[in-house]
């Protein structure tokens, strides 16, 4: 059974940084296509970035060069760490593999 579970979240300061972990229970880890996404208050919910097949990323324009996704396949952990972070970064944030979710994380950025 594919089980999903977010942590990490939490309020910063504009400018300020925090790591997001996907804990994944999921099979054949290494070869899985893990995306983070998000939904911000009163927003759909976009993808944010994505760990692919052979190492691949990808990442919605607005979080290029300030998020990256990185996975750990000795904890089958995917993370995403958040840098500059900005108020419309404020989000909750979702860890997805094909048909299944984590419960989210809250991220607050604000002064």
């Known amino acids: 059974q594919v089980q999903l579970v977010e942590s990490g979240g939490g309020t910063v300061q504009p400018g300020g940084s925090l790591r997001l972990s996907c804990a994944a229970s999921?099979?054949?880890?290494?070869?899985?296509?893990i995306n983070w996404y998000r939904r911000a208050p009163g927003k759909e919910r976009e993808l944010v970035a994505v760990?692919?097949?052979?190492?691949?990323?990808l990442y919605h324009q607005s979080v290029k060069g300030r998020l990256s996704i990185s996975r750990d396949t000795t904890k089958n952990t995917i993370y995403l760490q958040m840098n500059d972070l900005k108020p419309e970064d404020t989000a909750i944030y979702y860890c997805?593999?094909?048909?299944?979710w984590g419960q989210g994380t809250q991220v607050n950025v604000s002064s």
């Open positions: 999921v099979r054949n880890f290494s070869d899985a296509n």
């Open positions: 997805n593999e094909l048909e299944y």
């Open positions: 760990s692919g097949y052979l190492g691949t990323t």
